[in-house]
């Protein structure tokens, strides 16, 4: 897989991120990235917070798989680590999120805006990715 192109858009239709699954409203900026290979030529649709929760959530590129990227399967493990560590409570050896953090209870995009806020808050890990958000992710 080779990426040709990364750019931030604002979304002339709807689209679903493909990280997180979630609606990218008309309106919005996004991350719009063209990727070849195998013959294919397709483009991944990301909301900018998923695309920093990238960059912010431990483990994220520690399993990149060559010609593949990071994979969204990858991405979600590296959330529910996250989540469960920072924010679940073990009662009898299991782990329970707490319901403001519940990927069951709140969409899975308003749970990846909150992790990014919170991690920024208390100090970022990583500072590879800064792109000046537009206003309606503040
Ligand atoms: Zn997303």
New binding site residues.
């Given amino acids: 897989m080779e990426n040709i192109g990364t750019k931030i858009v604002k979304a002339r239709k709807d689209h679903i ?6 609606r ?1 409203p008309k309106g919005h900026h996004y991350m719009c990235q063209t990727n070849v290979g195998n013959g294919e030529i397709w483009t991944w649709h ?2 900018l ?2 695309e920093e ?1 990238l960059d912010k959530i431990p483990g994220m590129y520690d399993s990149v798989i060559e010609d593949e990227g990071i994979t969204t399967e990858h991405f979600r493990e590296c959330l529910s680590e996250w989540l469960k560590e920072n924010h679940g409570t073990v009662t009898d050896g299991k782990i329970a999120l707490d319901p403001e953090w519940n990927p069951q209870v709140h969409p ?2 308003e749970i ?1 805006k909150k992790a990014v806020r919170e991690i920024k808050a208390n100090g970022s890990l990583r500072m590879t990715f800064e792109p000046s958000f537009p206003d309606e992710y503040r």
């Fill in positions: 991120c493909d990280w997180c699954d979630c990218i990301g909301h917070f998923c929760a899975l995009s990846i």
